[in-house]
């Protein structure tokens, strides 16, 4: 445009002579044109029929028609295809290689080609999958000079519901079919997480949750904080190192899968150790950070990083030697993370393989703390004159996740379950325990404190253990507190027994239900 407006301007003072002759603008456009067609790469549509590469689908189809005597917009027609019947065709005629008179020959119905299985490309970019068979039939029209304008408004009203009933019916026949494809994979993991343990569990839970109604919980693993709280949690960091680089023998050579892996740092762990392979996993967004930081380390020709609940994805390997996960909850089973490594375990770990940690369990004790119980339980009963105690029935049921001074201990802690995670089922991670607490102290206990502690010994020459518990150092798992209603009386020495059941609420199945039948009282408490 600036141009035109600076020749114009010569050509008033006369200078026009010395400008070279431009062309007009249509000229100008179709030489543009012209040259983007040189600077395109050469498309190849290959012949239904035989071998030969054509430069266009139109040219496709004039061969098909003069050299194999088969006109497909003539199939087109005379079937009624829509959309989904026309690429059928397409991939059937390719995947079975029919010859160009079979299509001649064909009844109205059935057609060979209505399975859904033809759905599926045979050709990769298959130019004539891409092309729409309306339009088709369109250009046939136009070059036998009947106009598509001269269709009836009635027609072209016919047309148009008739494709709507074909959406919706696509629609439709999508959505029957993966509610199918849903329900496959979940018999498909049922059989596979059940497998020889004898026992009928339903899948439990976090396998079954689609990936749009676990959003929440990978969404909240895609913010940086919670990585930076778990990298600065020492003892649950070096522990996981310590127990790689003190073993190595354990990880020389072998192909390693890190469930969860979140910034990557076990798979970099795993790869020092001596591994020769690692494959990091993870849903939430921070695998894109993962994946800059194993570059930084110079370790993406070791570590594969993938994208994707383990549910849901392939690993590139049929089994791996060993598998890595920091999958530890609130109270060890809150989010329900081991549900997914044991997935991975029974799908892809290979025979004589480990999972680390190999062992955990949870241990409870006794907590007589009267300033906590009178800042969370007793302040109901007076808040600024009013009598508020109606609220201890929605607080109370609430499991406090906080540091437990050791102090307030009153009683020798006991192991109410342990888990080998090379062998536990599915079904195992719902229970029941009955338990006895020893008290050490004559007082009021307050509150029941729930913790966990991790084993890595499996073929390991140098072990490595930590606790969550209120006696050592602390760390971002805290500990678990299930306030009392009403505090109970104890003596030193003598023995405070109950029953505990955990189970997962069905209806949030990454939270807990926990259930303490002590004394006289029983009591529901949830984890979420």
Same mark, same amino acid.
């Given at each position: 445009?600036?141009?035109?407006?600076?020749?114009? +301007?010569?050509?008033?003072?006369?200078?026009?002579?010395?400008?070279?002759?431009?062309?007009?603008?249509?000229?100008? +456009?179709? =030489?543009?044109?012209?040259?983007?067609?040189?600077?395109?790469?050469?498309?190849? !549509?290959?012949?239904?029929?035989?071998?030969?590469?054509?430069?266009? !689908?139109?040219?496709?189809?004039?061969?098909?028609?003069?050299?194999? =005597?088969?006109?497909?917009?003539?199939?087109?027609?005379?079937?009624?295809?829509?959309?989904?019947?026309?690429?059928?065709?397409?991939?059937?005629?390719?995947?079975?290689?029919?010859?160009?008179?079979?299509?001649?020959?064909?009844?109205?119905?059935?057609?060979?080609?209505?399975?859904?299985?033809?759905?599926?490309?045979?050709?990769?970019?298959?130019?004539?999958?891409?092309?729409?068979?309306? +339009?088709?039939?369109?250009?046939?029209?136009?070059?036998?000079?009947?106009?598509?304008?001269?269709?009836?408004?009635?027609?072209?009203?016919?047309?148009?519901?008739?494709?709507?009933?074909?959406?919706?019916?696509?629609?439709?026949?999508?959505?029957?079919?993966?509610?199918?494809?849903?329900?496959?994979?979940?018999?498909?993991?049922?059989?596979?997480?059940?497998?020889?343990?004898?026992?009928?569990?339903?899948?439990?839970?976090?396998?079954?949750?689609?990936?749009?109604?676990?959003?929440?919980?990978?969404?909240?693993?895609?913010?940086?904080?919670?990585?930076? +709280?778990?990298?600065?949690?020492?003892?649950?960091?070096?522990?996981?190192?310590?127990?790689?680089?003190?073993?190595?023998?354990?990880?020389?050579?072998?192909?390693?899968?890190?469930?969860?892996?979140?910034?990557?740092?076990?798979?970099?762990?795993?790869?020092?150790?001596?591994?020769?392979?690692?494959?990091? !996993?993870?849903?939430?967004?921070?695998?894109?950070?993962?994946?800059?930081?194993?570059?930084?380390?110079?370790?993406?020709?070791?570590?594969?990083?993938? $994208?994707?609940?383990?549910?849901?994805?392939?690993?590139?390997?049929?089994?791996?030697?060993?598998?890595?996960?920091?999958?530890?909850?609130?109270?060890?089973?809150?989010?329900?993370?081991?549900?997914?490594?044991?997935?991975?375990?029974?799908?892809?770990?290979?025979?004589?393989?480990?999972?680390?940690?190999?062992?955990?369990?949870?241990?409870?004790?006794?907590?007589?703390?009267?300033?906590?119980?009178?800042?969370?339980?007793?302040?109901?009963?007076?808040?600024?004159?009013?009598?508020?105690?109606?609220?201890? $029935?929605?607080?109370?049921?609430?499991?406090?996740?906080?540091?437990?001074?050791?102090?307030?201990?009153?009683?020798?802690?006991? !192991?109410?379950?342990?888990?080998?995670?090379?062998?536990?089922?599915?079904?195992?991670?719902?229970?029941?325990?009955?338990?006895?607490?020893?008290?050490?102290?004559?007082?009021?206990?307050?509150?029941?404190?729930?913790?966990?502690?991790?084993?890595?010994? $499996?073929?390991?020459?140098?072990?490595?253990?930590?606790s969550t518990g209120p006696q050592v150092t602390k760390t971002h798992w805290k500990q678990t507190v299930f306030l009392l209603e009403r505090p109970v009386s104890v003596q030193a020495g003598e023995e405070l027994r109950g029953k505990i059941i955990v189970r997962k609420n069905k209806k949030d199945p990454r939270s807990l239900w926990v259930t303490f039948d002590l004394?006289?009282?029983?009591?529901?408490?949830?984890? =979420?």
């Amino acid at each position: 445009m600036a141009e035109n407006t600076d020749a114009r +301007e010569f050509e008033c003072d006369g200078a026009h002579d010395d400008m070279p002759e431009l062309s007009d603008g249509d000229d100008d +456009e179709g =030489q543009w044109l012209e040259e983007e067609e040189e600077d395109r790469p050469p498309v190849n !549509v290959t012949c239904l029929f035989c071998d030969r590469s054509l430069t266009s !689908v139109p040219a496709a189809l004039q061969h098909c028609a003069g050299e194999h =005597q088969v006109n497909l917009v003539d199939v087109l027609r005379r079937h009624n295809l829509d959309d989904y019947g026309y690429i059928k065709m397409i991939n059937f005629i390719r995947s079975t290689k029919c010859a160009a008179s079979f299509l001649t020959g064909l009844p109205d119905a059935p057609l060979p080609w209505e399975s859904e299985d033809f759905l599926r490309p045979v050709l990769q970019d298959d130019l004539l999958l891409q092309t729409d068979p309306e +339009e088709l039939c369109e250009d046939s029209c136009a070059s036998t000079g009947v106009s598509p304008g001269a269709e009836s408004h009635d027609a072209l009203q016919r047309r148009a519901q008739a494709a709507e009933e074909r959406a919706r019916s696509s629609e439709e026949a999508l959505t029957r079919a993966m509610d199918d494809l849903h329900k496959l994979k979940l018999l498909a993991q049922g059989l596979v997480l059940n497998a020889g343990s004898g026992k009928s569990g339903n899948l439990g839970s976090v396998a079954e949750l689609r990936e749009d109604e676990d959003e929440a919980y990978f969404g909240s693993y895609g913010h940086y904080g919670i990585h930076e +709280e778990m990298l600065k949690d020492k003892v649950r960091t070096e522990s996981y190192r310590d127990f790689m680089y003190r073993n190595p023998d354990a990880f020389r050579d072998k192909v390693v899968l890190d469930v969860g892996c979140g910034t990557g740092i076990l798979s970099m762990f795993a790869a020092r150790a001596g591994a020769k392979q690692v494959i990091a !996993v993870d849903q939430s967004e921070i695998i894109y950070q993962a994946m800059d930081i194993v570059r930084s380390n110079q370790l993406e020709d070791k570590i594969t990083l993938i $994208k994707g609940r383990i549910e849901d994805i392939q690993l590139p390997v049929q089994t791996v030697d060993i598998i890595i996960s920091e999958w530890m909850g609130y109270f060890l089973l809150f989010e329900s993370m081991l549900d997914s490594v044991l997935y991975a375990r029974d799908l892809y770990l290979a025979d004589g393989g480990s999972v680390y940690p190999d062992l955990c369990n949870i241990s409870l004790a006794a907590v007589g703390d009267a300033q906590k119980h009178q800042e969370h339980i007793a302040f109901w009963d007076d808040v600024y004159g009013f009598n508020m105690g109606c609220m201890k $029935k929605a607080v109370v049921p609430e499991a406090v996740v906080e540091v437990v001074k050791d102090d307030t201990l009153i009683s020798e802690p006991a !192991v109410i379950q342990t888990f080998d995670c090379n062998r536990v089922c599915l079904s195992d991670l719902e229970f029941a325990s009955e338990f006895s607490l020893k008290i050490t102290a004559s007082t009021e206990c307050t509150a029941i404190v729930g913790y966990f502690d991790i084993f890595f010994e $499996k073929g390991c020459g140098n072990k490595v253990m930590f606790s969550t518990g209120p006696q050592v150092t602390k760390t971002h798992w805290k500990q678990t507190v299930f306030l009392l209603e009403r505090p109970v009386s104890v003596q030193a020495g003598e023995e405070l027994r109950g029953k505990i059941i955990v189970r997962k609420n069905k209806k949030d199945p990454r939270s807990l239900w926990v259930t303490f039948d002590l004394g006289d009282g029983k009591q529901t408490y949830s984890l =979420q």
